[in-house]
């Protein structure tokens, strides 16, 4: 089994930056793709940015295509995902999520293990 905890989270003004981190424990390897999505309220989960098993970007969701940047440290095994010039519609719980292969798509049932996530909330 994984366990994945993010952290990070919190308010901030629209236009103001957070980092979020996700660290895996238990039988984790860094031969697997990962991913972030998010989840607002009343809505269903969506694709953020996923990252391959050699770090390298993948792909991100137009809505954040050039303000967030997903980045993983293997050698420390942590997952980020860097987000500028926040907007109220960033306003979600962000997930992070391994894949079941060493490279990740957009769908959710690409992933295997799950975090609890972490709340962003931006206001204007």
């Known amino acids: 089994q994984v366990q994945l905890r993010e952290s990070g989270g919190g308010s901030v003004q629209a236009g103001e930056s957070l980092r979020l981190s996700c660290t895996p424990s238990?039988?984790?390897?860094?031969?697997?793709?990962m991913a972030w999505f998010r989840q607002a309220p009343g809505k269903e989960r969506e694709f953020v940015a996923a990252?391959?098993?050699?770090?390298?970007?993948?792909g991100y969701a137009e809505s954040v295509s050039g303000r967030f940047t997903i980045e993983r440290d293997n050698a420390k095994n942590i997952l980020y995902l860097q987000m500028n010039n926040l907007v109220p519609e960033d306003t979600a719980v962000y997930y992070c999520?391994?894949?079941?292969?060493?490279?990740?798509?957009?769908?959710?049932?690409?992933?295997?293990?799950w975090g609890q996530g972490t709340q962003v909330t931006v206001s204007s």
């Open positions: 999520a391994v894949a079941l292969r060493p490279v990740g798509g957009s769908e959710k049932e690409q992933y295997r293990y």
């Open positions: 238990g039988r984790t390897n860094s031969n697997n793709g």
């Open positions: 990252i391959n098993w050699r770090a390298t970007p993948t």
